[in-house]
């Protein structure tokens, strides 16, 4: 979904990624993207979300995002591990309703992302020193 402006009230077209306007911004997934990440989420165990799809705080621009959202909640009843990581992460799953349905909440995005790829984060840091 493209808007020729970052604003609630956008014109907004769907096109394919290799035809966006120029001039113009995109700010959600379209059908067909949600659907192939749909897809592919389908058979995960764990699946770890650090950001929204789209500018999920405009309407127009929500629907990627929550569709994501509703995904990750059907898995985790089927006892798959959600972990949502971030702010904003965090805040999409809380105003679409599903932040109960899904296995972990972290506010921590990029500090998560660090930790798993290894990376000595300085506050456990100084737990481990205590």
Do not use: R, Y
């Amino acid at each position: 979904i493209v808007a020729d402006k970052f604003a609630a009230d956008a014109a907004t077209q769907t096109v394919s990624v290799d035809s966006i306007p120029e001039g113009w911004m995109g700010l959600d997934n379209g059908p067909v993207a949600t659907a192939e990440i749909q897809k592919e989420l389908s058979d995960c165990k764990t699946v770890i979300w650090n950001g929204p799809m789209g500018v999920f705080e405009f309407e127009a621009f929500a629907k990627g995002t929550f569709d994501i959202a509703d995904t990750l909640a059907e898995l985790t009843g089927t006892g798959c591990t959600t972990i949502i990581g971030g702010g904003d992460s965090v805040a999409a799953v809380e105003k679409a309703g599903l932040a109960e349905k899904m296995s972990h909440i972290s506010t921590g995005g990029g500090a998560s992302l660090e930790l798993l790829e290894g990376k000595v984060l300085p506050g456990v840091a100084a737990l481990d020193d205590a």
